[in-house]
């Protein structure tokens, strides 16, 4: 029997279920190289973890892992019931209240490796926060220096049941693809319409060749509509065709690249994104060296933790 110890969290609604340490080395390169070794070697374990009957295709990854670049306290892979994501915004809050939760960080910043790149972290605490004062909880509420954000190519036309759409293909850590002329409701009453035209939507970025920088796969959509609770509120469609409960983290630092890129968003300027759950991220844009960085701030709450239990005899132990 094979003993996987587990913690799951919530950020808004998405689960993120952290795996602390992996039953296997993956060598002493950069977190993008343990991430090669994972994908060639490793992969029955993402299978194990997340799948049926175990896991769902809600459920998002976090394999922590040893840093190479010393400024960084962690290193971390994120993936789903298809595959790996490059960064999370939702899963870096819940990686880092978890880690609060387990007693390994403290508030302040905590530097954090993924596969394309390093984020900063920073944890909440102190005397503004209820929770932290009471000494059974863990301060959870996170904001993440994201990567650079982009936008790479702008109101892209494509064709749904014979009507035209416009979107923005655009990076925060992740491809996403914009849309803001849908014309669907953006509600938890309409959640099988909605996943039915974002997946047409990627069907028909796929056939007609649409992709990110260096014909990279564009495997998130977005659908943004109004909303008097916030800015704006999204429904986000990830690539295993679960939507995020969240407000993407990646998306919403993608969303932030465009909205400074059309001048609708000021350095520093708070953005409120709000997720088809009703969840929300705040969000801004700093500038460094002349690329946008977003900061995503939200709260995640550790529900349950355990351990995976693989039998050799399982027919259905590595996931269905
Ligand atoms: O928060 O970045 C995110 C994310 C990506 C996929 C699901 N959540």
């Known amino acids: 029997m094979v003993k996987i110890p587990f913690l799951d969290s919530h950020t808004g609604g998405e689960p993120t279920r952290l795996i602390p340490s992996l039953p296997f080395d993956l060598g002493v390169g950069s977190v993008a190289d343990k991430l090669s070794a994972l994908k060639a070697h490793h992969d029955d374990l993402r299978r194990t973890v997340l799948l049926e009957p175990r896991g769902s295709d809600v459920l998002v990854g976090a394999y922590l892992v040893p840093p190479a670049d010393p400024t960084c ?186 909205l400074y890129g059309d001048g609708k968003l000021q350095i520093g300027q708070t953005w409120k994104q709000q997720s088809v759950v009703g969840s929300v991220f705040e969000g801004s844009v700093q500038i460094q060296d002349n690329r946008i960085i977003p900061t995503v701030t939200g709260e995640a709450w550790v529900m349950s933790e355990g351990a995976i239990l693989v039998d050799e005899r399982d027919p259905f132990g590595k996931g269905i």
């Not at 990830?238 to 919403?252: F, I, W």
Request: hydrophobic fraction near 40%; charged fraction near 20%; aromatic fraction near 10%.
């Open 73 to 258: 306290q962690f290193g971390v892979i994120y993936f789903n019931n298809v595959g790996y994501l490059g960064m999370c915004g939702h899963g870096t809050i819940g990686l880092i209240a978890s880690l609060a939760y387990l007693g390994k960080v403290q508030p302040g910043i905590i530097r954090v490796e993924t596969p394309v790149g390093i984020v900063e972290a920073t944890l909440h605490g102190g005397s503004s926060s209820e929770a932290y004062r009471d000494p059974p909880h863990y301060p959870n509420k996170v904001s993440v220096k994201n990567i650079p954000a982009f936008r790479h190519l702008a109101y892209i036309p494509i064709e749904i049941d014979g009507k035209t759409i416009h979107g923005d293909v655009a990076w925060g850590g992740n491809w996403f693809f914009l849309v803001h002329d849908h014309g669907m409701d953006v509600d938890m009453s309409n959640l099988e319409a909605l996943t039915d035209f974002a997946w047409r939507v990627r069907e028909q970025l796929t056939a007609r060749g649409i992709t990110g920088a260096g014909g990279a796969e564009i495997d998130h959509v977005e659908l943004f509509a109004s909303t008097p609770d916030a800015d704006s509120k999204s429904f986000v469609l990830c690539p295993g065709k679960a939507y995020d409960r969240s407000p993407c983290g990646t998306g919403t630092s993608a969303k932030l690249a465009c």
